[in-house]
């Protein structure tokens, strides 16, 4: 089905296949066989099988949510994809997927997104990946006329211009953004000059002519096999029916709806070879024959297929654990900075992992602005540790491509605060990949950024996020408190097949601590306890792990005797360290963070204690942390709102005075 010149009897055939199959699903979801919402292609079918055609079968496709065209052209089984579509057990994803997440990576076709214009970035991605393997892959990426409003998609095509890499960003301008004409939306009907203010080689494309859109796919996959890339493509197509399954329409006029059924391209296709001769009408008839029966046969083989096994729903979220390294150091204990340590552990990964990148804004030639990449540029070189755009979403999302493709990354994000304008990388593409596609796709991403309050920092740079992140099912989320640790668990981090963020802390760059480095001894996972006292439990993590530390000194000199455990790993939570705290303490619990202590992590470490372990406890968790209020910058404001050494040791006090009575559950 791909890389050969289409006949007008081939085109037919699949447009026909792609019109009937999504006209069954169409009638299918108004029976109330398919829950939720469908978005049908009918009126693109040229797009998908033009395309397609031009490419060859080592190449990747990254589809738009109206996709099950691209998924069939791509050679998907049509039963799979109608059975996914219907979230049956027999689904190309087993019914996690449904009509607008399904993939196929067995035909290389990676899959929808059903966010607007997220799918730039993740190709972006792909042909990072493909670039730095060799492989001479290009891959295409459909996206609609609404989703060129999207900063994702624009960051995606900068990206993949600043890197030159073989993208074919295909836009399928149908005039309609959802519900609204895309007059109303966009200065000028012409995306295509998107493309050319971006450097980026540009064509118009008449997308109701597959030959047409064959064509010009050939060409640009030709561009970027020869390192011309990207290309940008505007296909003008024709959207015949709503913008999803239960859309009457009320909104679009009649004119505009007569207008798209005249240039229907099933319709023009069938006129064109028939007056031509280049088709019989005895051909034709045959064809539909056939068509019709084909489809039938599959939405009758959908309609008996089960659902899928409950008890397997919480399969396939993560990998299973990995295999370690026996546990004797290469090195002996040496002073290094917490950034150091980091910087040492990026480099040992480098040298081992030879498919390994590193990037983000200024971590190549600066070696970031804290330091932390310095001279893994220059031993490793400019195309494995570079610098990006200032394009969050491009950094994240081509991080999860180039994970999809089997390439491991560290990418910076240069301030936490800034991962909430690309948040959706991290939560609806990295978190799904494993969990929707059963385990066949991973995303083996390390996404690196760094928090805390510092004097001066403002709002907008002082956030401690960890509880945002943690919520997220599918990733792993860490906090590296020693040097030690910023070593031990940035190498596990890279280490691990899942997408996994390490949130430093800007505070401690400039710690120093003894690290023993060497090999991999620890997995992404696991609390550490850094002193034992059985009349009270502080639980921490983080960058205020060294004032809790200061505290239990104080407190043991006042004849207090403090259990301090670190959990350092938000997702997953350790349990059973929190279990052996907690047991070691008296029933006595103070939990201590940086962040708000309003919906704080915090809360939810202490709701597992009261869940687990009432009956063990002398005294309700208290909570310690900053009071629910932006961060100013003056330092003298910052100090009155933090958890210092003072006020933690003051709250621990109380707690240890404390009966068995009731007492406040939060100290902020």
């Known amino acids: 089905m791909r890389g050969a010149e289409l006949t007008p009897a081939q085109a037919y055939r699949r447009m026909a296949f792609i019109r009937r199959f999504e006209e069954e699903v169409l009638a299918l979801s108004l029976e109330g066989g398919i829950a939720g919402s469908v978005h049908p292609c009918i009126g693109q079918e040229a797009v998908p099988v033009g395309a397609v055609a031009a490419l060859e079968d080592r190449d990747r496709i990254v589809a738009t949510y109206r996709g099950h065209g691209w998924a069939l052209a791509s050679g998907s089984d049509p039963v799979a994809v109608f059975a996914e579509i219907a979230q049956k057990a027999d689904g190309l994803n087993g019914g996690r997927a449904g009509s607008a997440m399904l993939s196929d990576p067995t035909v290389g076709f990676l899959g929808e997104t059903s966010i607007v214009g997220a799918g730039s970035p993740i190709a972006a991605g792909v042909a990072l990946a493909a670039k730095a393997q060799g492989s001479g892959r290009v891959v295409l990426v459909s996206v609609g006329d609404g989703a060129m409003n999207q900063g994702a998609t624009v960051e995606g095509m900068i990206f993949a211009a600043a890197r030159n890499l073989p993208v074919i960003f295909l836009c399928e301008n149908n005039g309609w953004s959802e519900m609204t004409p895309i007059a109303l939306t966009t200065r000028g009907l012409d995306l ?12 118009i494309v008449d997308g109701n002519d597959p030959f047409a859109v064959q064509q010009a796919v050939a060409a640009a996959a030709t561009a970027c096999r020869n390192g011309d890339g990207p290309v940008f493509l505007e296909c003008k197509t024709v959207r015949l029916k709503g913008h999803y399954n239960k859309d009457i329409e009320h909104y679009r006029p009649k004119e505009d709806q007569d207008a798209a059924k005249a240039r229907d391209p099933l319709s023009r296709l069938l006129t064109t070879s028939l007056s031509t001769g280049l088709l019989g009408q005895d051909e034709v008839d045959e064809i539909d024959t056939e068509v019709n029966q084909q489809v039938a046969d599959i939405l009758a083989a959908v309609k008996t297929m089960p659902a899928p096994d409950p008890t397997s729903s919480q399969e396939h979220l993560y990998a299973p654990p990995v295999p370690l390294a026996a546990a004797t150091p290469s090195d002996a204990p040496r002073d290094l900075t917490y950034q150091r340590a980091i910087n040492q552990a990026l480099a040992e990964e480098l040298r081992a992992r030879p498919d390994l990148l590193v990037y983000g804004e200024d971590v190549g030639f600066a070696g970031g602005i804290f330091g932390v990449s310095r001279g893994l540029q220059k031993e490793f070189g400019d195309q494995r540790v570079f610098d990006t755009p200032i394009s969050e979403a491009a950094i994240l999302g081509s991080a999860v491509g180039a994970g999809l493709e089997g390439v491991p990354t560290v990418v910076e994000i240069m301030w936490a605060d800034f991962v909430f304008v690309a948040l959706d990388q991290i939560v609806n593409q990295a978190a799904n990949a494993r969990y929707i596609n059963r385990g066949t796709l991973h995303a083996p991403v390390t996404i690196r950024m760094q928090q805390g309050v510092t004097p001066g920092s403002c709002a907008q740079h002082s956030q401690s996020i960890e509880a945002f992140l943690a919520h997220v099912p599918g990733i792993k989320v860490g906090l590296p408190a020693t040097p030690q640790d910023a070593y031990d668990m940035t190498r596990a981090a890279i280490a691990d097949p899942d997408p996994t963020v390490l949130i430093e802390n800007r505070n401690l760059y400039q710690e120093t601590g003894p690290v023993v480095a060497g090999v991999v001894t620890q997995r992404a996972e696991g609390a550490r306890l850094h002193r034992t006292g059985h009349d009270l439990t502080i639980i921490t993590w ?3 792990l060294g004032h809790v530390l200061a505290a ?9 005797a403090a259990t301090v455990l670190d959990l350092r790993w938000l997702n ?14 008296s029933g006595k619990v103070l939990i201590v963070h940086e962040a708000t202590v309003s919906g704080g992590f915090g809360a939810e470490v202490a709701a597992r204690i009261i869940a687990t372990h009432f009956d063990w406890l002398t005294a309700p968790p208290m909570r310690l942390g900053t009071p629910p209020i932006r961060m100013p910058s003056a330092p003298s404001l910052q100090e009155s709102l933090l958890p210092g050494t003072d006020r933690i040791a003051a709250a621990a006090r109380a707690l240890h005075a404390a009966g068995s009575g009731r007492i406040p559950v939060s100290a902020g």
């Open 192 to 203: 295509v000059k998107r493309g050319e203010a971006l450097g980026i080689d540009s064509h």
């Open 572 to 585: 997953p939570v350790d349990d059973q360290a929190i279990t052996d705290a907690v047991a070691a303490g």
């Open 552 to 560: 239990a000194d104080e407190l043991a000199h006042s004849g207090i």
């Open 542 to 544: 983080g960058g205020i």
